[in-house]
């Protein structure tokens, strides 16, 4: 049981920070869309509003791929 908890603490600390920094890359993406929208009258906004809703798009896939395969990754074996 305490070899499962070292397991699990390391992980979370490692993968941890980094599902941390993918939220906080969603964060700062959203936070500049909220910007843009401000800025709305400017004739080029909503090309800026396209690109950043598709990087928000990217950011949500990576972070969910990421997610996925740190799932898949530290299943726990199955011992028979």
């Known amino acids: 049981m305490k070899i499962n908890n070292i397991i699990n603490d390391f992980f979370h600390k490692t993968f941890g920070n980094t599902l941390k ?41 990576l972070s969910k791929s990421f997610l996925k395969t740190h799932q898949i990754i530290h299943k726990p074996l199955i011992t028979q």
């Open 21 to 61: 920094l993918f939220a906080i890359i969603k964060d700062s993406i959203f936070y500049f869309f909220l910007k843009i929208k401000e800025l709305k009258k400017w004739t080029k906004a909503n090309q800026h509003l396209k690109m950043i809703k598709k990087i928000e798009i990217i950011v949500e896939i």
